[in-house]
């Protein structure tokens, strides 16, 4: 299921996006900051499920919803926000949203909302090849695997392998699994405080610390150490 969230603060995005991982690791999440970014990623991206926050700058998460609703009607929406606010229920029951939840956001709140979706099959199933290769590297994500290693063992060639791949799931294979990768070090670096940052990169798959590092501050825009301390900082808060 591709799941489109719409905050402009970091910090809440990332939170969401580890609180979904963690309930649905098959999910595809795709993060925005405010409704231009949402727009491109649901022109390039099929979303089936939209958590969007109300507070944005520039367009309020309800009209973009407004907007989202017009352009993809199979999408279900989730209004998010810090007020309590009878107008903005009401102008949500008008677009159609689906459900409502309050900051700060109380997990059994949010996992009986994912309950609906957790089993729900996706708009476009994936394939049995591509259902296969993707149990592959959930599976073995932390071992030295190709897309030559997973093709060899659905017995398939790689050339064909990497083309449906793309097709399918919309990113190359490499790409999905760095992507994959980095979403579970995100995971470990909370769970696992004793673990070294060397640890972490050779649990994830990595295959030097050295390597993680720079391509977690790429796609993250923070080191992995800056990356714990903010997330730690933020749960010992909020207890």
Not at 15 to 42: F, G, R, T, V
């Amino acid at each position: 299921m591709n799941v489109l969230i719409v905050d402009d603060e970091p910090l809440e995005l990332e939170q969401m996006e580890y609180k979904l991982q963690s309930e649905c690791p098959k999910w595809k999440i795709y993060k925005a900051a405010d409704a231009n970014q949402a727009h491109e990623i649901n022109r390039s991206f099929s979303i089936q499920l939209a958590f969007l926050d109300i507070n944005l700058p520039g367009k309020s998460g309800l009209e973009f919803g407004e907007e989202l609703r017009k352009i993809n009607q199979e999408v279900d929406i989730i209004m998010v926000t810090a007020c309590q606010n009878f107008n903005y229920a009401q102008q949500s029951i008008r677009i159609g949203v689906v459900d409502y939840l309050t900051k700060p956001i109380i997990e059994s709140e949010l996992l009986s909302v994912l309950a609906k979706y957790k089993d729900k099959q996706p708009v476009k199933n994936f394939s049995s090849l591509i259902d296969s290769s993707l149990k592959i590297i959930h599976e073995k994500f932390n071992e030295k695997i190709s897309l030559l290693t997973i093709a060899n063992m659905v017995h398939v060639n790689p050339t064909y392998l990497s083309r449906k791949f793309h097709e399918e799931v919309g990113v190359s294979f490499s790409e999905y699994l760095i992507q994959y990768r980095i979403q579970t070090s995100k995971q470990f670096l909370i769970t696992h405080i004793n673990w070294t940052i060397s640890d972490i990169a050779e649990k994830s798959g990595f295959s030097s610390q050295h390597y993680f590092s720079t391509l977690f501050r790429r796609i993250v825009g923070i080191s992995p150490t800056e990356f714990r301390e903010r997330e730690n900082k933020s749960l010992s808060s909020s207890q």
